[in-house]
């Protein structure tokens, strides 16, 4: 394919921060790959956050539609009191709220960066398991300067890029919410085996570490819809919380550099369970800077 700029950048009116959006054709329509700016009109976004639109040559762009890896970036929406604002995780459909108070965190708010989903594979059937987003302070952009000319693609390869996230004095929290019953035995083996093969040098604050995130999850039925936090409150320190509100606190808190490490890196590390949640992260800090 072909790549050719369009100068103009589109202004999006009533959002506010600048989007990139992934297009692709009807069935059967001949395309060819272009570039193009979706942003508001004070603020464009350089060359290196633009993503690849596919579309005929012949289609009017009114007819354009958007694929389901980007489009939850329009997708927001607000309550009926119209207080609080969501974005929607596409192959889900589950909502998570723009910021949101979380379990074990002393900021008033965290703010979205990204959603994805995780599936696991039963022959050869894939099945969803539950959708994640990953919520930040703030700050981790006045942190993260240094990436701020970095794509989408760019940051989402760089390893370094994430491990200075998970190392930053701020903290980033993981919501997760089941879209199918799961025990909690079977949660926490699936955990336990993406956590174990991280941990290459350990110590003596890891196997209480792993106990405790045992106990938490062991013995607790997970249904569909019930929500599970992850926060990082440092390298050190991370606390859980099972199917709490955004008001209580942790059932759990972890205190293991290796384990809390290891946790970050099975979502964000170079072989992630939700390569959807990774991306979807990369685009959120690639649009932040701007």
Not at 1 to 19: D, E, F, K, Q, R
Not at 116 to 134: D, H, M, N, S, T
Request: aromatic content about 8%; glycine content about 6%.
């Amino acid at each position: 394919m072909v790549g050719s700029m369009i100068s103009t950048p589109i202004s999006v009116g009533p959002w506010n921060s600048a989007l990139a959006a992934c297009i692709r054709p009807d069935p059967g329509v001949p395309f060819r790959c272009r570039t193009i700016a979706v942003s508001n009109s004070s603020s464009p976004l350089s060359t290196t956050a633009f993503f690849h639109l596919q579309h005929s040559a012949a289609r009017p762009i009114n007819n354009l539609r958007l694929s389901p890896r980007h489009s939850h970036y329009l997708k927001a929406s607000s309550s009926a009191a119209g207080t609080t604002e969501y974005l929607e995780e596409p192959a889900t459909n589950v909502k998570f709220p723009k910021s949101l108070k979380v379990p074990g965190c002393t900021s008033s708010s965290l703010s979205l960066l990204g959603t994805g989903y995780r599936e696991k594979v039963f022959a050869i059937i894939g099945v969803k398991v539950y959708a994640a987003g990953l919520y930040v302070d703030q700050s981790i952009f006045t942190i993260l300067t240094a990436w701020k000319d970095l794509s989408a693609a760019e940051i989402e390869a760089n390893s370094s890029l994430f491990s200075s996230i998970f190392l930053a004095p701020s903290e980033k929290a993981l919501r997760i919410v089941l879209v199918r019953d799961v025990d909690g035995k079977t949660f926490w083996d699936a955990l336990d085996e993406a956590i174990s093969p991280r941990i290459k040098a350990p110590t003596e604050a890891d196997e209480p570490a792993l106990a405790k995130l045992r106990a938490t999850f062991e013995n607790r039925p997970l249904s569909k819809g019930t929500v599970l936090f992850l926060t990082w409150s440092g390298p050190s320190k991370m606390h859980v919380c099972v199917d709490g509100d955004t008001s209580s606190g942790a059932d759990a808190t972890i205190e293991s550099t290796n384990v809390a490490a290891a946790l970050f890196d099975v979502f964000f590390g170079d072989s992630p369970v939700s390569p959807s949640l990774k991306m979807s992260v990369a685009t959120g800090l690639a649009v932040g800077h701007k």
